[in-house]
């Protein structure tokens, strides 16, 4: 199963919005016939590759143990039920770490596998699975993403200078670590604050990538620039409003972007874009991790909303003093109101800390 996990993170920034897995085939002996992982949107899933790559190997698999980090699936998507290629391979015994979320799938695999007359074992690798696959879960159970909140800042909190400057408070190890977080994503979320102070692309430079993460924008007002960076050819991009303007809507659908109007139904959300609707409709659209770079604003929004499942910070040592928050929420007045969290890892990268941490049983769904 360590074979299968490892091969699974090849999938980690090319299979969303499938999940990622990994499958090993082996002989009685433990000898390696097959391997593969998840493929591309549409592309073959990790048990097909595995059985593909025995075959070109020339091994046959009559008898042989699938190990893979997913409950083969079991219905026709994009793709054929991997468990009925499985069956018709020969293989004997199956071991899967986890049941599969999509209730279009969960548990209906593994019982086709034992009517055919094969061992399944369930279990090894299962916290590291699900895990690996948080966002999928996430989705296909809460049908909303997992949101994760990327922030770099100096030691003292301040991601930019009173002036709006903030290129650059990192290091470029942290900057090409960002963008690899990116690529994983299945969407990269912004405010129209952010693309109107920095034009910026939020697409995948650093790191070698196969896919570009789907773009989103809170835009209440429908300010957004036609002639944005942000307009990449073969992503989408969403455009959440609040504020009707029909003629600009029409201008940025001709540009190739989506306008999806979400307007809050409280008195204090009134003019702003609701984002626990926009969250629901993004589990619509498939979208299994948020990556969220915005300001302190959107930020602080989605903080007191409890929309933040995990916070991805970068800290570099040096103290701007006055300057830009994190995030703006509050006033607590007391110190028991404050968010807790709790710390998943501390890296070094370069000169900087990187610091993934997670609201404490915001993973329990």
């Given at each position: 199963?360590?074979?299968?996990?490892?091969?699974?993170?090849?999938?980690?920034?090319?299979?969303?919005?499938?999940?990622?897995?990994?499958?090993?085939?082996?002989?009685?002996?433990?000898?390696?016939?097959g391997?593969?992982?998840t493929?591309?949107?549409g592309?073959?899933?990790?048990?097909i590759?595995?059985?593909?790559?025995?075959?070109?190997?020339g091994?046959?698999?009559?008898?042989?143990?699938?190990?893979?980090?997913?409950?083969?699936?079991?219905?026709?998507?994009?793709?054929?039920?991997?468990?009925d290629?499985?069956?018709?391979?020969?293989?004997?015994?199956?071991?899967?770490?986890i049941a599969?979320p999509?209730?279009?799938?969960?548990?209906q695999?593994?019982a086709?596998?034992?009517?055919?007359?094969?061992?399944v074992?369930?279990?090894?690798?299962?916290?590291?699975?699900r895990?690996?696959?948080?966002?999928?879960?996430?989705?296909?159970?809460?049908?909303?993403?997992?949101?994760?909140?990327?922030i770099?800042?100096s030691?003292?909190g301040?991601?930019?200078?009173?002036?709006?400057?903030?290129q650059?408070?990192?290091?470029?190890?942290?900057?090409?670590?960002?963008?690899?977080?990116?690529?994983?994503?299945c969407?990269v979320?912004?405010?129209?604050?952010?693309?109107?102070?920095?034009?910026?692309?939020l697409?995948?430079?650093?790191?070698?990538?196969l896919?570009?993460?789907?773009?989103?924008?809170?835009?209440?007002?429908?300010?957004m620039p036609?002639d944005?960076?942000?307009?990449?050819?073969?992503r989408?991009?969403?455009i959440?409003?609040?504020v009707?303007?029909?003629?600009?809507?029409?201008?940025l659908?001709?540009k190739?972007?989506?306008?999806?109007?979400?307007?809050?139904?409280?008195?204090?959300?009134q003019?702003?874009?609701?984002?626990?609707?926009?969250?629901?409709?993004?589990?619509?659209?498939?979208?299994?991790?948020?990556?969220?770079?915005?300001?302190?604003?959107?930020?602080?929004?989605?903080?007191r909303?409890?929309?933040?499942?995990?916070?991805l910070?970068?800290?570099?040592p040096?103290?701007?003093?006055q300057?830009?928050?994190?995030?703006?929420?509050?006033p607590?007045?007391?110190?028991?109101?404050?968010?807790?969290l709790?710390?998943?890892?501390?890296?070094?990268?370069?000169?900087?800390?990187?610091?993934?941490?997670?609201?404490?049983?915001?993973?329990?769904?």
């Amino acid at each position: 199963m360590r074979g299968a996990l490892d091969i699974a993170y090849a999938a980690l920034a090319i299979s969303p919005p499938n999940p990622r897995v990994g499958c090993v085939i082996t002989d009685f002996s433990g000898k390696t016939l097959g391997l593969g992982h998840t493929q591309r949107t549409g592309g073959p899933h990790a048990e097909i590759m595995a059985l593909r790559d025995a075959a070109a190997q020339g091994h046959s698999v009559v008898g042989a143990t699938a190990y893979v980090t997913l409950e083969p699936c079991s219905h026709q998507g994009r793709t054929g039920p991997c468990c009925d290629a499985l069956i018709a391979a020969g293989i004997k015994k199956v071991v899967a770490s986890i049941a599969d979320p999509n209730p279009l799938v969960s548990g209906q695999g593994f019982a086709r596998l034992r009517a055919a007359g094969i061992e399944v074992i369930v279990g090894p690798g299962a916290e590291e699975s699900r895990e690996l696959n948080i966002g999928f879960f996430s989705r296909m159970i809460r049908k909303t993403p997992w949101v994760r909140l990327k922030i770099a800042a100096s030691l003292d909190g301040k991601t930019a200078l009173d002036n709006g400057a903030s290129q650059w408070i990192t290091s470029a190890e942290a900057r090409t670590d960002g963008h690899a977080w990116r690529a994983r994503a299945c969407a990269v979320l912004t405010g129209i604050g952010t693309v109107l102070a920095d034009n910026p692309r939020l697409d995948v430079r650093l790191v070698d990538t196969l896919r570009q993460p789907h773009l989103v924008v809170v835009d209440s007002r429908l300010e957004m620039p036609l002639d944005a960076h942000l307009f990449i050819a073969g992503r989408a991009l969403y455009i959440y409003a609040a504020v009707p303007n029909d003629a600009k809507k029409a201008a940025l659908e001709a540009k190739g972007a989506t306008v999806i109007y979400l307007p809050g139904q409280q008195p204090e959300t009134q003019g702003k874009v609701d984002l626990a609707a926009m969250l629901m409709d993004l589990g619509k659209r498939e979208i299994n991790e948020l990556h969220v770079e915005a300001g302190h604003k959107l930020n602080g929004s989605l903080i007191r909303e409890g929309l933040v499942d995990e916070f991805l910070v970068y800290l570099a040592p040096k103290l701007m003093g006055q300057g830009r928050d994190m995030a703006s929420f509050g006033p607590l007045t007391e110190l028991s109101q404050a968010i807790p969290l709790e710390f998943k890892s501390t890296d070094m990268l370069g000169p900087d800390l990187r610091i993934v941490a997670r609201i404490p049983g915001r993973d329990q769904f």
